[in-house]
T-cell receptor, first 111, second 121 residues
Framework: GQNIDQPTEMTATEGAIVQINCTYQ??????LFWYQQHAGEAPTFLSY??LDGLEEKGRFSSFLSRSKGYSYLLLKELQMKDSASYLC????????????WGLGTSLAVNP | GAVVSQHPSWVICKSGTSVKIECRSL??????MFWYRQFPKQSLMLMAT?????????EQGVEKDKFLINHASLTLSTLTVTSAHPEDSSFYIC?????????????????FGPGTRLLVL
């Protein structure tokens, strides 16, 4: 079956670093996405990994290990505005090329 | 680039009426668009995949006669909630798939519209 796991909630302090993990078991794999969703808003694209390794984009980095079915999103120098839900999604090329979504990790950044 | 708009952003209607939601890709052509529904504090739920010029593919449990999808052009898909009832009240979000150049290869990324809040009284 298709399964994507990520922690339900996380808390961190402003200025700190937080790592949000995502593990997946899917029948097909054509890349992994991370999206950010603020309360009451639609998701916004953060990153895409298709090859193993770390992709860095400003304060956000995303890592992928295909052999382990594992990814993480790393947020540095946390700001209050980073409080949001972070969604992990696997692009399943063989399944109408749709995204398989995790339930999201709600991150609260405290002062 | 890769901007997606949705209209309306808010709609309140009486039970039994139909509501149409439009999703447009503003600066790119989208052969495929997706329609999601999200209830408060829950994750995205894919309702259907909309392909330009063909019938939509609905997810299991989603009534195709109740949620009519039309993808008439490469930049426009519409979702019509027919005979809406209070349990249809939700946050409806569309996304459009775009091809991005990435180091010489193409990645397919879904870009989301801002969503439509539907409240059925």
């Amino acid at each position: 079956g298709q399964n994507i796991d990520q922690p339900t909630e996380m808390t961190a302090t402003e200025g700190a670093i937080v790592q949000i993990n995502c593990t997946y078991q899917t029948s097909g794999f054509n890349g992994l996405f991370w999206y950010q969703q603020h309360a009451g808003e639609a998701p916004t694209f953060l990153s895409y990994n298709v090859l193993d390794g770390l992709e860095e984009k400003g304060r956000f980095s995303s890592f992928l290990s295909r052999s382990k079915g594992y990814s993480y999103l790393l947020l540095k120098e946390l700001q209050m505005k980073d409080s949001a839900s972070y969604l992990c999604a696997v692009h399943n090329a063989g399944n109408n090329r749709k995204l398989i979504w995790g339930l999201g990790t709600s991150l609260a950044v405290n002062p | 680039g890769a901007v997606v708009s949705q209209h309306p952003s808010w709609v309140i209607c009486k039970s039994g009426t139909s509501v149409k939601i439009e999703c447009r890709s503003l600066d790119f052509q989208a052969t495929t668009m997706f329609w999601y529904r999200q209830f408060p504090k829950q994750s995205l739920m894919l309702m259907a995949t909309s392909n330009e010029g063909s019938k939509a593919t609905y997810e299991q449990g989603v009534e195709k006669d109740k949620f009519l999808i039309n993808h008439a052009s490469l930049t426009l898909s519409t979702l019509t909630v027919t005979s809406a009832h209070p349990e249809d009240s939700s946050f409806y979000i569309c996304s459009a798939r775009a091809l991005d150049r990435d180091r010489g290869s193409y990645q397919e990324t879904q870009y989301f519209g801002p969503g439509t809040r539907l409240l059925v009284l």
